[in-house]
T-cell receptor, first 111, second 112 residues
């Protein structure tokens, strides 16, 4: 069964810290992996998309890595800010054209 | 550029009433379309997906159905809502999934 797990489930940090969010998946035959951000009561905003042939992607203060062989991805957030507070979701795409989501990490960055 | 629209944003419906949520995509043709539900305290669950007009695949047996009457229109329906149908419904589209997925802003459904 294809499953995606995210740890930690929740994280509360002071502003300025560097953060690592973890995502693991059971089936390594992925097409790609996508990180999303979800603000309370809102839809999903795509942050980074990593294709199966890539090792990492960067956008501003965000860096996502992918290790297919170990079934892991990490989202690194540098110099966190209160505006980064949200739920971060990892999702894995397989050849069935379906996206399998993790349960998310709820991040709070306080001033 | 491609955009995805969902409406309504919020909906409160009594048990036993019908449901129709609509999703449309602009700026692309023949997209793959998806309906997800996010129940309180739970992850995102794929309900239906469609790779073309009239082609619907159901992931979870339930009280809901989906239809794709036009290339860029995806509709989620129910004849009689249950309390357990409450949740946050999200529509998404992709180009075969290999180029990532784009989500709509969601519909918050409360069945009372």
């Amino acid at each position: 069964k294809q499953e995606v797990t995210q740890i930690p489930a929740a994280l509360s940090v002071p502003e300025g810290e560097n953060l690592v969010l973890n995502c693991s998946f059971t089936d390594s035959a992925i097409y790609n992996l996508q990180w999303f951000r979800q603000d309370p009561g809102k839809g999903l905003t795509s942050l980074l998309l990593i294709q199966s042939s890539q090792r990492e992607q960067t956008s501003g203060r965000l860096n996502a890595s992918l290790d297919k062989s170990s079934g892991r991805s990490t989202l690194y957030i540098a110099a966190s800010q209160p505006g980064d507070s949200a739920t971060y979701l990892c999702a894995v795409a397989y050849n069935t054209d379906k996206l399998i989501f993790g349960t998310g990490t709820r991040l709070q960055v306080f001033p | 550029s491609q955009t995805i629209h969902q409406w309504p944003a919020t909906l409160v419906q009594p048990v036993g009433s019908p449901l129709s949520l609509e999703c449309t995509v602009e700026g692309t043709s023949n997209p793959n379309l998806y309906w997800y539900r996010q129940a309180a305290g739970r992850g995102l669950q794929l309900l239906f997906y469609s790779v073309g007009i009239g082609q619907i695949s159901s992931e979870v047996p339930q009280n809901l159905s989906a239809s794709r009457p036009q290339d860029r229109q995806f509709i989620l329906s129910s004849k009689k809502l249950l309390l357990s149908d409450s949740g946050f419904y999200l529509c998404a589209w992709s180009r075969t999934g290999k180029l990532g997925y784009t989500f709509g802003s969601g519909t918050r459904l409360t069945v009372v």
